[in-house]
């Protein structure tokens, strides 16, 4: 164990390694503080994995009038585009005009508001489309003739946490995966932090300045178990499902398609071969790691999808599913899609009592942005350090322009003319500019090590323990790449007892 992992003192402690804390962490560490992050799990084992992985500015919230919210994320999606090219594309929603639901003058209206609150200047503006020509028409029913094209961005969601924890380590930030935080008491202006790693079962306890709870769906369940306040709501539970299906189309936009219960449904290309459809709002009240699809919510994400399409979809097509639960803050909406997407920071306490700073709510898209105002508040408390300097700052990878990345691509392609191109696309897409480094010298599959099903190699799965914090086989398969869709269980198994032995040796994350 090196010396730093050792430190029990920090500026700043938090709890939770989803978008958001992480988010809080690199932008701590880079303006100069020192930070520990604390996960009890994985990465993104929690909301920030079963997101729709849009970056955008959400059209539905313009009629819930949150302007403030959607102007913000409107402008946050060229910057998180320009900051992370590999992980983050452009992509084109059709909107296809339902008669009887909303008038073609609202959706263009709506999209008139979209084009020009957020500041785009590289996404294409909106368009009319006419679906008796246009491809986009080719799978919908013969009904749906007109419709609406508009731009936002795509995200890896789980692969943007990552990347945001390993900047954060790489200016300084102490992450600690499998770490819970059990409990916090305040004592003559510090935080005493008692965590405990989940697979040895040893307890430490840290000293912190201030401490973060960006616990997402456990926000709550922090403040009333770990930090002994009785009582706590402050966040409404919202469950999301989504289905993934084998590829229902051959062109590369998204459709959003509007429900009859005046909500709206996505399907998005997915993975290459898959189309993936979601999702669903329902208040929920169990525990968030407990969520799971219902039948239910299959038929309705079914029924959404075969409303438009002319093939129907069906539960039996669906090859995976996952859900999530929002922590929306709770601002007594009567229905849970009507609740409010923005993200609100409370702190509560001062120097001499210890200050804690909790996050309710916030999205992929706003988490940037939401970590730039909780790191405002540190200074506060802690004393300025530096200034705001996520903006311009690219994500391990990222570090190519938006609109050369499938230059990159290519020149990946060719020095690695060994390698399948698939495999190199593949890589290229989730590491970026890393590529290199983590194919080394390697000019054949034969050289990459190990073989873990679909185009999976021990290469890349020591690189993902190295660097980025990948402890199991489902970090690995679902959470850093999604090869969980196309590895049998015996290559998972092996997969698992490869981790299992390297770990051991002690090949675990150069943080
Ligand atoms: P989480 O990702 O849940 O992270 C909290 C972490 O805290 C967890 O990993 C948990 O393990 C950890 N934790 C909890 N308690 C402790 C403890 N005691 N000690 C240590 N660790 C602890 N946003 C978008 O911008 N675009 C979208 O398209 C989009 N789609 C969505 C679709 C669905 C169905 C859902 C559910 C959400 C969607 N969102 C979207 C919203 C977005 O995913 C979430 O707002 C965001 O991921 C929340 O991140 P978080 O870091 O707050 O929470």
New binding site residues.
Partial sequence: MSERRKAAAVDVLV???????CGIARDAAGRGYSVML????DL?????S???????GGLRYLEHFQFRLVAESLAEREVLWALAPHIIRPLRFVLPHHKGLRPAFVLRTGLLMYDTLGGRKLLPPTRTLDLTTDEAGRPLKDGFRLGFEYSDCWVD?ARLVALTARDAADRGADIRVR???LSARRDGGHWHVVIENQDSGERSTITARLLVN?????VD??ITE?LGQSGAHNVRLVK???IVVRRLYEHDRCYIFQNEDGRIVFAIPYEQDFTLI??TDLDYHEAPEKAAITPAESEYLCAAASEYFRRPVTTDDIVWSYS????LFDDGASAAQEATRDYVIRAEGDKVAGVLVN?F??????HRRLAEEVVDRIAETLGRKGARWTRDAPLPGGDCPATAFEALVEKHVRAHAGLAPTLVQRLTRLYGTKVPELLGEARSAAELGAHFGADLYAREVDYLMAHEWARGADDVLWRRTKLGLRVTAEDKARLAAYMDTHLRQGGGPRA
């Fill in positions: 709890i939770g390694g989803g978008v958001n804390g604390c996960e009890m799990n993104a084992s929690g909301t920030s079963a997101a729709t992985k849009l970056v955008h969601d770490t819970q935080v960006a616990a997402g769906p456990w369940t922090v770990a999301g499902s989504h979601g999702t999530g639960v929002r922590p996050v709510g916030g999205k992929l898209t706003t």
